[in-house]
């Protein structure tokens, strides 16, 4: 091989190094963003997208469970009474539940698309811990709602006092389980609202449920993002009822945002904090990470309801705007009446989950766990899909006594719980080894990228690590004939460092010419570079006359 071939092939690879580093610099900053886009162009939702039937129909069996307080010692609810109220927890009623959506229609300008969720739910038996039969006593709240919009007049107190005595109403009501969920159940004010007040009063009949079972209309009308533009777009609410904000809270409180629960954004880190629309909340609920788990051998992260999703300014200033009419709530409760037509209902994780502890004292029934009532989301941070849901949130009914109205008078303030639901979901081991593609490969593209740094540093620095190698291990004459030509370029050995003013000594002629001498030291290669300091002058002196003061040396102008 040529000299000019090899120049040629170690240029060639020099140049490959440099171009293998450049690569691998790229992905690095890269690749995750390159990978999300292709695979935002193949999972984007459309009629022929691979995520299409899925999210049209949920391929995994649903769960609906649904508790609810028996309130046992109502006859013991009255000012100086002296005993705390007594509720205890009935259920799981399990419900399986079969979703759909319905009127679905593309809105391309947008990237966008309108539907309805429409579901049935199948009561369950053997996965229930109790019947449809069981009755249960509840707070009665149309009798309280009447009663609180008739007491600025009069008139309206009379008017709601007469209706009492006439339907025989009373604090509370009973009815059974089936009743007071989807079936629902006829209420004397409720027809009688009809007549006088139609546009207050939207059903006929009072349920928790009601009437949801079957209904397009309960969750509202729904636009979200297909994510065919941004994939991190993907399955966030656009506008709910066709409005980008509520109205039930102010500011940010009342946008519309957040995911409906099938779609979360990708590439997620262990500070972020996701997003939920929750329609019969009117408002995005906030999940912040708290711990990385496994699903079937899946890393995921999990994001938790804390009390940022219950607060109203006292921990977290941005969620001040969630107090209503200048009313805040302590900590673990969120009013959501101007959601529920006007009703007193709060919101809070259930048996009062991270809410403050006068919610417990003033009552007895309820203990909140962790396990049990903790409102999480389980997702694979690199494609930002559900693995694992669990948990929900609590209605509680906020009873005050209502200045002359007979029953309501002689009552104390109490925050009464009423019924708290939770859906249960955790993917199959099948879908979740669809699922950890994903981090692979990512992890692959991580793997190449670092190849490629590797390979190029290799290739890069190969000759130049030969040559000072070879350089090293080469005989001391050789050394001296590199070094001879740096003192054309005026190096000054009384500026050098220690070891290179080893190596010159400097001498002025008679001519007035600096003579620079270049004084070699003994070398073994066994040892390296040094000086025997046992050697003798003489014959040191015969071993730095290599150059000597009065030969020919090099001369520096």
Same mark, same amino acid.
């Given at each position: 091989?040529?000299?000019?071939?090899?120049?040629?092939?170690?240029?060639?690879?020099?140049?490959?190094?440099?171009?293998?580093?450049?690569?691998?610099?790229?992905?690095?900053?890269?690749?995750?963003?390159?990978?999300?886009?292709?695979?935002?162009?193949?999972?984007?939702?459309?009629?022929?997208?691979?995520?299409?039937?899925?999210?049209?129909?949920?391929?995994?069996?649903?769960?609906?469970?649904?508790?609810?307080?028996?309130?046992?010692?109502?006859?013991?609810?009255?000012?100086?009474?002296?005993?705390?109220?007594?509720?205890?927890?009935?259920?799981?009623?399990?419900?399986?539940?079969?979703?759909?959506?319905?009127?679905?229609?593309?809105?391309?300008?947008?990237?966008?698309?309108?539907?309805?969720?429409?579901?049935?739910?199948?009561?369950?038996?053997?996965?229930?811990?109790?019947?449809?039969?069981?009755?249960?006593?509840?707070?009665?709240?149309?009798?309280?709602?009447?009663?609180k919009r008739a007491a600025d007049s009069w008139v309206g107190r009379a008017g709601v006092n007469?209706?009492?005595?006439?339907?025989?109403?009373?604090?509370?009501?009973?009815?059974?389980?089936?009743?007071?969920?989807?079936? /629902?159940?006829?209420? #004397?004010? !409720?027809?009688?609202?009809? @007549?006088? *007040?139609?546009?207050?009063?939207?059903? &006929?009949?009072?349920?928790?449920?009601?009437?949801?079972?079957?209904?397009?209309?309960?969750?509202?009308?729904?636009?979200?993002?297909?994510?065919?533009?941004?994939?991190?777009?993907?399955?966030?609410?656009?506008?709910?009822?066709?409005?980008?904000?509520?109205?039930?809270?102010?500011?940010?409180?009342?946008?519309?945002?957040?995911?409906?629960?099938?779609?979360?954004?990708?590439?997620?880190?262990?500070?972020?904090?996701?997003?939920?629309?929750?329609?019969?909340?009117?408002?995005?609920?906030?999940?912040?990470?708290?711990?990385?788990?496994?699903?079937?051998?899946?890393?995921?992260?999990?994001?938790?309801?804390?009390?940022?999703?219950?607060?109203?300014?006292?921990?977290?200033?941005?969620?001040?705007?969630?107090?209503? /009419?200048?009313?805040? #709530?302590? !900590?673990?409760?969120?009013? @959501?009446? *101007?959601?529920?037509?006007?009703?007193? &209902?709060?919101?809070?994780?259930?048996?009062?989950?991270?809410?403050?502890?006068?919610?417990?004292?003033?009552?007895?029934?309820?203990?909140?766990?962790?396990?049990?009532?903790?409102?999480?989301?389980?997702?694979?941070?690199?494609?930002?899909?559900?693995?694992?849901?669990?948990?929900?949130?609590?209605?509680?009914?906020?009873?005050?006594?209502?200045?002359?109205?007979?029953?309501?008078?002689?009552?104390?303030?109490?925050?009464?719980?009423?019924?708290?639901?939770?859906?249960?979901?955790?993917?199959?081991?099948?879908?979740?080894?669809?699922?950890?593609?994903?981090?692979?490969?990512?992890?692959?593209?991580?793997?190449?990228?670092?190849?490629?740094?590797?390979?190029?540093?290799?290739?890069?620095?190969?000759?130049?690590?030969?040559?000072?190698?070879?350089?090293?291990?080469?005989?001391?004459?050789?050394?001296?004939?590199?070094?001879?030509?740096?003192?054309?370029?005026?190096?000054?050995?009384?500026?050098?460092?220690?070891?290179?003013?080893?190596?010159?000594?400097?001498?002025?002629?008679?001519?007035?010419?600096?003579?620079?001498?270049?004084?070699?030291?003994?070398?073994?290669?066994?040892?390296?570079?040094?000086?025997?300091?046992?050697?003798?002058?003489?014959?040191?002196?015969?071993?730095?006359?290599?150059?000597?003061?009065?030969?020919?040396?090099?001369?520096?102008?």
């Open positions: 091989m040529t000299s000019r071939v090899r120049h040629c092939a170690r240029l060639g690879i020099v140049v490959l190094g440099i171009f293998c580093i450049a690569s691998g610099i790229y992905l690095f900053r890269n690749w995750i963003e390159m990978f999300t886009r292709m695979r935002g162009k193949e999972m984007a939702l459309s009629p022929t997208s691979r995520s299409y039937e899925g999210w049209k129909i949920s391929p995994l069996p649903l769960n609906f469970d649904v508790y609810i307080f028996n309130w046992t010692n109502p006859e013991d609810f009255y000012v100086g009474s002296g005993i705390k109220p007594r509720f205890q927890q009935l259920g799981p009623y399990r419900f399986r539940e079969s979703p759909d959506k319905v009127d679905i229609a593309w809105h391309n300008q947008n990237d966008s698309v309108s539907f309805h969720k429409k579901a049935w739910f199948y009561f369950d038996a053997a996965g229930s811990n109790g019947s449809l039969s069981d009755v249960i006593t509840q707070v009665n709240t149309v009798t309280h709602i009447a009663a007469i209706a009492i005595r006439m339907y025989g109403q009373q604090l509370t009501v009973s009815r059974t389980a089936e009743e007071m969920l989807f079936k /629902g159940y006829e209420h #004397p004010f !409720i027809k009688l609202g009809k @007549v006088l *007040r139609p546009d207050d009063v939207p059903y &006929v009949r009072v349920g928790f449920q009601y009437p949801r079972n079957g209904s397009t209309s309960f969750d509202g009308d729904i636009n979200m993002f297909t994510g065919a533009d941004d994939i991190a777009k993907m399955g966030q609410i656009h506008t709910w009822n066709n409005m980008t904000h509520t109205g039930a809270f102010e500011g940010t409180c009342g946008q519309v945002r957040g995911s409906m629960g099938e779609f979360f954004p990708p590439n997620l880190s262990t500070n972020d904090s996701v997003y939920m629309y929750m329609p019969k909340m009117c408002r995005a609920v906030p999940l912040d990470y708290t711990e990385t788990v496994t699903v079937h051998g899946v890393t995921a992260y999990k994001f938790s309801g804390t009390e940022h999703a219950v607060d109203n300014g006292t921990l977290y200033p941005e969620a001040s705007c969630y107090c209503v /009419g200048g009313k805040c #709530p302590p !900590i673990g409760v969120i009013d @959501v009446s *101007r959601c529920s037509f006007n009703a007193s &209902v709060y919101m809070s994780y259930p048996h009062f989950y991270k809410a403050d502890p006068r919610f417990l004292e003033d009552l007895e029934g309820l203990q909140p766990e962790q396990e049990k009532h903790e409102f999480f989301m389980t997702l694979e941070p690199n494609a930002g899909v559900p693995m694992d849901v669990g948990g929900g949130f609590q209605a509680n009914y906020f009873i005050e006594p209502v200045p002359g109205i007979s029953i309501y008078e002689n009552i104390p303030k109490l925050m009464i719980p009423m019924i708290w639901c939770e859906e249960r979901v955790r993917v199959t081991e099948e879908i979740a080894n669809d699922i950890a593609l994903v981090p692979l490969i990512v992890l692959l593209g991580q793997i190449v990228t670092g190849i490629l740094l590797a390979g190029g540093l290799i290739c890069t620095c190969w000759y130049p690590t030969r040559q000072v190698t070879h350089f090293c291990h080469s005989d001391p004459k050789a050394k001296a004939s590199v070094l001879r030509p740096l003192t054309a370029f005026g190096v000054n050995p009384t500026a050098a460092t220690a070891p290179v003013a080893q190596l010159f000594r400097t001498n002025t002629s008679a001519s007035g010419n600096e003579r620079v001498g270049v004084r070699l030291l003994d070398y073994r290669r066994d040892s390296g570079l040094r000086e025997e300091e046992s050697v003798g002058v003489s014959e040191r002196s015969q071993r730095e006359r290599l150059i000597s003061v009065d030969s020919p040396d090099v001369i520096v102008r």
